[in-house]
């Protein structure tokens, strides 16, 4: 059974950063492409950023300057930092595993899902 499980989320007022944590279990890990998406309320399910399991990332590109993207396969985490938060940063975000044909952004090429953490930054 794959399970992702996201930590880290929580309410940030405008300018500060976070840091998510997503611990993956229930497969071969290394095998995987890593990563997060996000879905703000009325919004389609986007992309933020993704990591291949030999470290070439793909990030949105309005969101490359504010976002990093990193995994450690000894502990089979990956983790996701935003820096200078804005109000519309705010979403539910799910960490993602799956082998996409390649560093994809798009949905459809992850097969698992965490639950999701809730990211809240007021102004």
């Known amino acids: 059974q794959v399970q992702l499980v996201e930590s880290g989320g929580g309410s940030v007022q405008a300018g500060g950063s976070l840091r998510l944590s997503c611990a993956a279990s229930g497969y071969h890990y290394t095998a995987y492409c890593m990563g997060w998406f996000r879905q703000a309320p009325g919004e389609e399910r986007e992309g933020v950023a993704v990591i291949s399991a030999f470290n070439v990332r793909n990030i949105d590109d309005s969101l490359r300057d504010r976002v990093t993207i990193s995994r450690d396969n000894t502990k089979s985490t990956v983790n996701l930092q935003i820096d200078r938060l804005q109000p519309d940063d705010t979403a539910i975000y799910y960490c993602?595993?799956?082998?996409?044909?390649?560093?994809?952004?798009?949905?459809?090429?992850?097969?698992?899902w965490g639950q999701g953490t809730q990211v809240t930054v007021s102004s």
């Open positions: 993602v595993a799956g082998r996409p044909p390649y560093i994809s952004l798009r949905r459809i090429h992850y097969e698992y």
